[in-house]
């Protein structure tokens, strides 16, 4: 086994197994560390498919910002265990499971059935250091995105300020 | 141009990395259908979201194409502005009903 293969063993258990575990543990707090844990297994494995820009702004916008703010909200309102009422829907979990399952059964068959890309592609193009990725993100990012670019800074703007209205107190 | 690093030839099949979110995914569906907690089912979505973005990175890997990247990167921006505004509807929710389970909010059903 080669140290890539141990790398993408080791990260990709951590994110499946903690995954698992959030859908499992019944405490919503539990159930958001899990996924901090699954998040930095995918930062790994981005880091593995040559992309640390994207697995630094994972960690840092998911697990340092995105589940910060899932936190408050589960101990603002105080949430700590999901109401354990006895099975009150018995039939819809059943449909979910079989849902689950089919839904699960035909994309992972659909997904390992794709061609395979042409990987070779790789070797023909110029060969850029992985320190030199930033710049060439950052140069499309003002160039063929521009647009969307500030169109995100717009719709950041407006979410930020819908959460400030949603969330505030009403004033009678 | 826009051609990523020439870091090599994976040392992990493709195929893995596309298993792996694909298996987040189904995970992330399991929880959005069974869980019965709002805040627990928008958990489960990121979780999709991210599986999504693991797949998105593989397939830039593959081409060596940066465009890739960048979906991926607005993919995060748009997660952190829906995270914003599906947390306050969730909090505005408790305000009015007490609870954020799924179950007992049945207005708009009938």
Redesign the interface.
């Given at each position: 086994m080669?140290?890539?293969?141990v790398v993408?063993a080791f990260a990709?258990g951590l994110?499946?197994v903690f995954?698992?575990l959030?859908?499992l543990l019944k405490t919503?707090v539990k159930?958001?560390l899990a996924?901090v844990v699954?998040?930095f297994g995918?930062a790994i494995?981005?880091v593995?498919?040559?992309?640390p820009?994207?697995a630094a702004?994972?960690i840092i916008?998911?697990a340092g910002?995105?589940l910060v703010?899932?936190l408050f909200?589960?101990m603002?309102?105080n949430?700590n265990e999901?109401?354990r009422e006895k099975d009150?829907?018995p039939v819809q979990?059943a449909l979910?499971?079989v849902?689950?399952v089919a839904?699960?059964g035909v994309?992972?068959g659909a997904?390992?059935r794709?061609p395979?890309?042409?990987?070779t592609?790789?070797?023909s193009?110029?060969?850029?250091?992985?320190a030199?990725?930033i710049p060439?993100?950052g140069r499309?990012?003002f160039s063929?995105?521009l647009f969307?670019f500030e169109a995100?800074s717009v719709?950041?703007l407006?979410?930020?300020v819908?959460?400030?209205i949603?969330?505030k107190?009403r004033m009678d | 141009m826009n051609v990523l690093s020439g870091v090599a030839p994976m040392g992990v099949p493709p195929a893995a990395y596309l298993f792996v979110g694909t298996v987040l995914f189904a995970i992330g569906i399991a929880g959005a259908l069974l869980k019965r907690n709002a805040l627990s089912i928008f958990l489960s979505i990121e979780l999709m979201m991210n599986a999504v973005n693991l797949l998105i990175l593989t397939y830039a890997r593959m081409r060596g194409d940066a465009a890739g990247q960048m979906i991926v990167f607005f993919v995060i921006a748009i997660a952190a502005a829906e995270a914003a505004v599906g947390l306050a509807v969730f909090v505005a929710l408790f305000r009015a009903r007490e609870t954020v389970e799924v179950d007992k909010v049945n207005l708009l059903k009938w």
């Open positions: 080669s140290a890539a293969a993408f990709s994110a499946i995954a698992l959030m859908v919503p159930s958001v996924l699954t998040f995918l494995l981005s593995q498919l040559a992309a820009f994207i702004i994972q916008v998911y910002a995105i703010l899932f909200v589960i603002l309102l949430l999901e109401a009150a829907r979990k979910g499971l849902t689950v839904l699960g994309l992972l997904t390992l794709a395979e890309a042409p990987v592609r790789l070797a193009g110029p060969r850029v250091p992985v030199d990725e060439v993100l499309l990012l063929d995105y969307a995100m719709l950041l407006v979410a930020a819908g959460a400030l949603l969330s107190r | -």
